[in-house]
């Protein structure tokens, strides 16, 4: 968490020295701590996923998924203190956040309900389903950060692409690996028994929620919504409701 949390504050730091503490310098600021908070937020996104699929190798870092979930959060205070220093310096740019906030707020209770006497009172169960929607939540918050937003803004694909695709290829590519850590999973489940089925119901219940969270938080940030971002919006808000479905089915 400190470390986390250092780097961040160096980064805003070093940014803020060099472009100024004025709109400029906080925009820079605000793109290169969101970078260093999802590299952290990967982690802890799709470690579980890979000791999954490819073994014992990477168990260290599932065993390390708390670690790097606590690591982003705390990273990522610098980054919302950023974005509320441009509020203060353009009050007529505080609006249309409803999606990234939600996304703080799912960050946060997340880092509350690690602590095991409040995961505990929660229950496994509710534990796994929120767990697995808040980190669906914020991996499309971070789409909506590398593609959708950017593409909306942007023409210019070459320059969208050095400065955005590897982030968005990491994202993706966490995704994938939840999705095939899901379905091997599933695929070595014979029956459903009782409590399987209503943990169905349930989960149907948290994705609707999730989905309608979603919209709104779109509907919210990008009235004009291209095709492309549609597409990729769409395909990473299905695969987070079957990951929050296939968490409240498993044991």
Same mark, same amino acid.
């Given at each position: ?24 310098? /906080? ?57 509320? &220093? ?40 509710? &534990? ?15 789409? /909506? ?14 320059? &969208? ?91």
């Amino acid at each position: 968490m400190a470390v986390g949390f250092f780097v961040a504050l160096v980064l805003a730091a070093v940014v803020l020295a060099k472009y100024g503490v004025r709109e400029r310098g /906080a925009a820079v600021g605000l793109q290169l701590t969101a970078r260093w908070s999802f590299l952290l937020f990967w982690f802890a996104y799709a470690g579980s996923a890979m000791a999954r699929l490819f073994g014992a190798r990477f168990d260290a870092l599932a065993r390390r998924g708390r670690d790097f979930g606590l690591a982003y959060a705390s990273a990522h205070v610098i980054h919302v203190s950023l974005v509320l &220093w441009i509020f203060y310096l353009a009050p007529d740019k505080n609006g249309g956040m409803v999606f990234f906030w939600v996304g703080i707020l799912c960050t946060y209770l997340l880092a509350l309900f690690s602590i095991p006497g409040f995961r505990e009172a929660l229950g496994p169960q509710l &534990w796994r389903a929120y767990c697995a929607a808040a980190l669906e939540y914020i991996a499309l918050a971070f789409a /909506a950060d590398f593609i959708l937003g950017p593409l909306q803004a942007t023409q210019a694909i070459k320059h &969208w692409a050095l400065r955005y695709l590897p982030f968005v290829l990491l994202l993706i590519g966490g995704v994938g690996l939840r999705l095939a850590a899901r379905l091997r999973g599933d695929s070595r489940r014979s029956r459903i028994d009782a409590s399987a089925k209503m943990s169905k119901l349930i989960a149907t219940s948290v994705g609707l929620l999730l989905l309608a969270s979603i919209a709104i938080g779109l509907w919210d940030l990008f009235p004009g919504l291209n095709r492309l971002a549609a597409a990729v919006a769409l395909v990473l808000i299905a695969a987070g409701i079957f990951n929050v479905w296939g968490a409240l089915n498993s044991n």
